[in-house]
């Protein structure tokens, strides 16, 4: 039962596009979604999360979009650099009691000169 | 400020043997977490642990076990591995209760392959 649906699982951009990946949650209790980014050999790092009482939050290059009502929220990276090349995965949590994170199922990006 | 550590980073069984993947973690975090990641599947919870002397199963906790040996450490056993264990095993601890989020931070991973 896959409760944080992500799409796409690759993805390419030339250098200087935007790149978007999109999830889609089934669990109305959910109400922290972030955003992990895994680089080869490493383990995912926190990016950039969003509580659902905003429908935008940026930092430097990178904005979650959050849609309550179609429950779906999507990473947009502006101006990708062959640096943002790594494997991006959504997830989302309840509250404070039920924090376990569902992660998506992961996106591959790969930025190209 | 080492995070979250685990050993060992690789390890190759074979088909039947034990072996215990160990977690610590510095930050004064009471949740630590197993998952496993597998090409096209993403991170599955394997097993968690909310504070010292509590575990739980997660998604997929057939044929592991663990133990929260103390606030720091949380380990994952295997005790009869078989090739659908081949994977690579993440250890996270979370900072919960932050009103800001819940920041899970990660370990480097385990490349555990059985033949």
């Known amino acids: 039962q896959q409760q944080v649906k992500q799409s796409p699982q690759s993805l390419i951009v030339q250098k200087g596009g935007i790149s978007i990946i999109n999830c889609a949650y089934e669990?109305?209790?959910?109400?922290?979604f972030p955003w992990y980014q895994q680089f080869p050999g490493k383990g995912p790092a926190l990016l950039i999360a969003i509580r659902p009482d905003v429908s935008e939050k940026k930092e430097g290059r990178f904005t979650i979009s959050f849609n309550k009502s179609a429950k779906q929220f999507s990473l947009h990276i502006m101006d990708s650099q062959p640096g943002d090349s790594a494997t991006y995965f959504c997830a989302a949590s309840g509250s404070f009691g039920n924090e376990k994170l569902t992660f998506g199922t992961g996106t591959r990006l790969t930025i190209i000169p | 400020n080492a995070g979250v550590t685990q050993t060992p980073k690789f390890q190759v069984l074979k088909t039947g043997q034990s072996m215990t993947l160990q977690c610590a973690q510095d930050m004064n975090h009471n949740s630590m977490y197993w998952y496993r990641q597998d090409p096209g599947m993403g991170l599955r919870l394997i097993y968690y642990?909310?504070?010292?002397?509590?575990?739980d199963k997660g998604e997929v906790p057939n044929g592991y076990n663990v133990s929260r040996l103390n606030k720091r450490e949380f380990s994952l056993r295997l005790e009869s591995a078989a090739p659908s264990q081949t994977s690579v095993y993440f250890c996270a601890s979370l900072n919960g209760g932050d009103p800001s989020g819940n920041t899970i931070y990660f370990g480097e991973g385990s490349w555990l392959t059985v033949v």
């Open positions: 669990n109305t209790a959910f109400d922290y």
């Open positions: 642990s909310a504070s010292e002397g509590t575990t």
